[in-house]
Nanobody, 115 residues
């Protein structure tokens, strides 16, 4: 079955960096667009970054120039490199993909940025 397992979150000071990983299994990873979302406490879940099977990338305006999404198809893993972190980046970060109209989600990893 499909599994998405995020890791790499933690507590970091403002201006710091983190790298999130999402290990995927149960589907042909290389064929699908992969997404990173985040959800701050009491807020809706928002799309942060997207990478297509062909390597096209898009970012939310709030993270452009600070975050980088990448993928390693051989390792079935998608990454989110986060630099110059701000307190407003504090959220649970989820990876996601969709197939046949169904969205699949990991359990999320908490990122907390202290000021």
């Amino acid at each position: 079955q499909v599994q998405l397992v995020e890791s790499g979150g933690g507590l970091v000071q403002a201006g710091g960096s983190l790298r999130l990983s999402c290990a995927a299994s149960g589907f042909t990873f290389s064929m699908y667009t992969m997404n990173w979302y985040r959800q701050a406490s009491g807020k809706q879940r928002d799309l942060v970054a997207t990478i297509t099977s062909g390597g096209n990338i898009a970012y939310a305006d709030s993270v452009k120039g600070r975050f980088t999404i990448s993928r390693d198809n051989a390792k079935y893993t998608v990454y989110l490199h986060m630099n110059t972190l701000k307190p407003e980046d504090t959220a649970v970060y989820y990876c996601n993909y969709a197939s046949g109209g169904v969205g699949y989600w990991g359990q999320g990893t908490q990122v907390t940025v202290s000021s």
